[in-house]
Structure formats: structure tokens, C-alpha cells
């Protein structure tokens, strides 16, 4: 997003929309979601209240999207999968793929946007959650969730089993298409201490759904298994745009 030092409020709240992809009935709600304590001329008028609503209902709907998708898992590994999926370096890399960073309110001292700490991405990940609960109800927090974490759902699931989709994908490939499968860095976002990679997956001159990660070797994984999803005529699991 370009500079917000020109634009009104309103303009920087519609943008966010359009980032996260909902639109609220009560944008103040919204803004309350964006304003951290240190920008806040009050703690009760910050994210905190949010932050903790937000968490309580982004694990009971994992839990409960974790507990109908694996029906033959004991409570352990579901446990496992919920714990990946909700925890604080996830939420954080959620909140950088939709870019909600560029539109938080933080007091001069966290910082600039492109460097805003992990842990303020996480509570704004959590924060907007609770927000867009209270603004829809419990669906459209289902919805907003299972947009941007159904496919950390199926990969935390994957990630037991060791499965490695760049292999895979190599051997369909050359067996398939008589190529070999390479990977274009698309896109890069965060600071550097904490980024996340955009990257697709070329077969010859076909190209597929790009995948974002947490860095590039989990980036080109899932890259691959979109590929090889795609392949199989089924939708790609983790979808980057």
C-alpha cells in the first residue's frame, strides 16, 4: 500500500477492507482492531480488549474445523495441529500476507510499518478477528478464518508425515511433461527478521498457483503440492492471492 501520510482515515479503514476482504458494518470496530495500546490515547480504546476475544474464538473455530476434518486422529495429534495453526508466529504470518501491518496505529516508538514487530502482528491477527465477530457474527469470523487458514490446517497435518511435494512434483513432471519443475520468487513480504516468500511453481511453460511461507523451502513445498493438486484436477490447497 502506498504511504498513508496523505490519506484520510477513512480512505486507510476502506483499504484494509479490501486487504482482509470484509467489509464492516461498524468500521469503528474496525479502527479499534488496528490501534495498538502504544498508539492509543487509552488502553480500553486500543486492540487489547479485541486481541483477547479474538483469541478465544480463533481456537474454538480451529478446534472445531481440526476436530470434523480428522475424524480418525486421536486428541494429541489434533492438539498438535491446532497449536501450529493458531500459534503466535502463524498469526503473525497471516497478518503479513494481507498486509494488515501497513495499516495498524502504533506510537513513535515501535517503529516503522515495514518493521513492526511479530508479536504486534499476531494481536491485530487476533484483534480483527474479535472484530469482525462482534461486526458479523461467529460466521463471518468462520468465513474470514477458513479463507486464511484452511490451507495451514491441511500443511500443519502434512508436516508429521515428512512429505516432500518438490519431489514429487519432480518425478510427475519428467515422468508427465519430459520438464523439470522450477520455482519463481513472486513476491516477499515483512521485515527481514521475520519475511514470507511468494513463490510458483513452472512445469515447461505452464505456471501454477503461487503459495506464500514462512521461507522459501516451505514456500516452494507448498508451491509443489498446489502444483501437483493442479495436476490432479483438484483445487490448489494453498491459494496466495
Not at 520455482?183 to 521475520?194: A, F, Q, W
Not at 523451502?217 to 496466495?240: F, M, V, Y
Request: aromatic letters at 6%; proline letters at 4%.
Amino acid at each position: 500500500m502506498a504511504s498513508t501520510k496523505h490519506k484520510t482515515k477513512a480512505d486507510v479503514l476502506d483499504e484494509c477492507q479490501a486487504a482482509i476482504g470484509y467489509q464492516f458494518r461498524d468500521v469503528r470496530l474496525l479502527q479499534e482492531a488496528l490501534t495498538h495500546a502504544s498508539g492509543a490515547n487509552h488502553r480500553l480504546v486500543s486492540n487489547e480488549r479485541l486481541e483477547f476475544l479474538g483469541d478465544a474464538i480463533l481456537g474454538a473455530i480451529v478446534c472445531e474445523a481440526v476436530f470434523r476434518r480428522f475424524p480418525d486422529e486421536l486428541e494429541g495429534e489434533l492438539t498438535r495441529i491446532k497449536s501450529t495453526v493458531v500459534s503466535r508466529l502463524a498469526c503473525a504470518q497471516f497478518s503479513q500476507r494481507l498486509g494488515i501491518g501497513e495499516y495498524l496505529v502504533i506510537g513513535k516508538g515501535m517503529g516503522s510499518h515495514d518493521k513492526t514487530p511479530p508479536s504486534v502482528l499476531a494481536d491485530v491477527f487476533e484483534s480483527l478477528i474479535g472484530a469482525i465477530y462482534l461486526d458479523g457474527g461467529i460466521e463471518a469470523a468462520r468465513a474470514f478464518i477458513a479463507r486464511n487458514l484452511e490451507g495451514e490446517i491441511e500443511a500443519a497435518a502434512l508436516d508429521q508425515h515428512g512429505v516432500n511435494y518438490k519431489s514429487n512434483l519432480q518425478q510427475i513432471a519428467q515422468r508427465d511433461f519430459g520438464a523439470t519443475p522450477t520455482y519463481l520468487l513472486l513476491d516477499e513480504k515483512g521485515p527481514d527478521h521475520s519475511k514470507c516468500f511468494k513463490i510458483a511453481a513452472q512445469v515447461g511453460d505452464h505456471g501454477y498457483a503461487p503459495a506464500w511461507g514462512s521461507n522459501k523451502k516451505e514456500a516452494e513445498q507448498r508451491a509443489a503440492l498446489n502444483a501437483l493438486r493442479e495436476i490432479a484436477g483438484l483445487p490448489a490447497p494453498h491459494p496466495a492471492d
